[in-house]
C-alpha cells in the first residue's frame, strides 16, 4: 500500500466529470487500498478518487471514530432520497475551510464492491452526508458549489486571502 497525494483546489482534476470503472481488476482493488490508506492519514471521512488524480466513479467512506467501518463505492448511484439536513462540512481538498451545506437526509446508494459485486445501502446522519458529499466529488462538484451566494463569497475572499498568506 501506498500514500497518494491528495489534490488541493483549484486542481483542475477536481472538476472532471469521472468515468465509469468497467473493470475490477487487480489495478482497481490496489487504488481503493491506497485510497483508504490515504484517508486514515488525513484524517478523513472521505475520499473520492478524484481526490487523487484518479478520474473514474469510485470512492471510499469510513465515518466510524476508530476506522472500523470501511465502505467501499464503486460506480455509486443514489436512487432514492428523502428530507433535507443541513451541517457542516469540510474537504481533504479544500484544507482548512469548513461551511454548512444543506443536503438529503436520507438516501438509498446502488453501487458495486471491488469485486463486482452490486449492493445497495441506506443510509442517514453523517453517512448519508458524507456519501453525498463523495458522489459530488465524482461529478466534478465541491461542497463550496452548494453554498448560498453570500456564503460562496465568503469562501471566494478566504481564499484571496489564503493565497496571499502562501
Ligand atoms: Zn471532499
Given at each position: 500500500m501506498a500514500l497518494l497525494d491528495v489534490r488541493i483546489f483549484p486542481d483542475p482534476v477536481l472538476r472532471e466529470e469521472c468515468s465509469p470503472v468497467n473493470g475490477f481488476t487487480g489495478e482497481l482493488a490496489q487504488l481503493l487500498d491506497d485510497m483508504k490508506e490515504t484517508m486514515y492519514q488525513?484524517?478523513?471521512?472521505?475520499?473520492?478518487?478524484?481526490?487523487?488524480g484518479e478520474t473514474i466513479r469510485a470512492t471510499v467512506v469510513d465515518v466510524s471514530e476508530d476506522g472500523s467501518d470501511l465502505i467501499e463505492l464503486v460506480n455509486p448511484v443514489i436512487i432514492a432520497s428523502e428530507g433535507q439536513v443541513s451541517s457542516e462540512e469540510g474537504c481533504l481538498s479544500i484544507p482548512d475551510?469548513?461551511?454548512?451545506?444543506?443536503r438529503d437526509a436520507l438516501i438509498t446508494v446502488e453501487a458495486f464492491d471491488r469485486e463486482?459485486?452490486?449492493?445497495?445501502?441506506?443510509a442517514e446522519g453523517i453517512?448519508?452526508?458524507?456519501?453525498?458529499?463523495?458522489i459530488d466529488h465524482l461529478d466534478g462538484v465541491l461542497f463550496v458549489d452548494?453554498?448560498?451566494?453570500l456564503k460562496r463569497d465568503m469562501f471566494k475572499r478566504w481564499l484571496k486571502?489564503?493565497?496571499?498568506i502562501q
Open positions: 488525513e484524517n478523513g471521512i472521505g475520499l473520492a478518487a478524484p481526490q487523487v475551510y469548513r461551511d454548512t451545506v444543506v463486482g459485486t452490486k449492493f445497495t445501502l441506506e453517512l448519508s452526508i458524507c456519501i453525498q458529499h463523495e452548494r453554498l448560498s451566494r486571502k489564503q493565497r496571499k
